[in-house]
């Protein structure tokens, strides 16, 4: 599970150094991948479904979701889109952390509505905590388990930004890549590429349709020369931030 959630952060910040079209600050990624995990149970699934209607890794109502789409900017959108879900989370995480304040209290209007996280902003949050949905979860249990989420999510991008940073890029500056190619070099982007290729398999609930061993299938599939699953982790970033100066 770890490994798999390092996986997700290492995409979101490849994606932010890409250029996505739509930015996300790194706090802004955790949370959305924290709600994700949370509404998950651990694991993010885009087609998951629940008993009141809730639909997607970020479970919106299907009863509200034309009026979610709609105010970030995708009315008619089809709420069993990945990229959809994701952008109208984006859009909605974003608000409530501007409107109320806190990550905390973005957390509560995601789960008990804005109404409920502007009477919490206003008197204490204390004021809500045990507030329970339909199946008995509290507010209280909802936003620690989200919190949570997103602590490992910051403290996984502080480890990932660290360890790059120790590798003493060089500054290809304006003129892009001038050297020669290794053949190490060219191993590490075979690893990249079988780690893009479990990765995705492992994303959009590509575990049902194709189940592995993460590591073990990587091993299998990869030179050794390319060292550890964790080695090109690194490496793929790296290659992708070369990439991105070309």
Known sequence: ???FKQLVVICLVLSSVQGDSVAESRELQAFRLAIALTEG?????????????AVGAYQFLTKYW???????????????DPRVQDAVARYWFNRNYNDLGSWELAAIAHF????IAFEAKQNG??????????TGTTIGDYVN???????????????????????????????????????EEIVSKEAATVLDVITNAMSDGGRKKFPMNTKADFNSQVPKQAGSMEDAIYKTRINRLKASIK
């Open 112 to 115: 008990a509505g804005r109404t």
């Open 66 to 80: 034309d009026w979610y789409s709609s105010n970030a900017g995708y009315p008619d959108a089809d709420i069993n």
């Open 125 to 134: 949050i204390e004021s809500v905590m045990n507030i329970q949905d339909s």
């Open 41 to 53: 149970g651990g694991k993010i699934d885009y087609t998951q479904t629940n008993a009141d209607g």
């Open 1 to 3: 599970m770890l490994i």
């Open 145 to 183: 388990k989200a919190m949570q989420h997103y602590r490992e999510q910051i403290e996984l991008y502080g480890k990932i930004d660290k360890d790059v940073a120790a590798m003493n890029l060089p500054d290809y500056g304006q003129s892009g890549f001038g050297g020669q190619f290794k053949p």
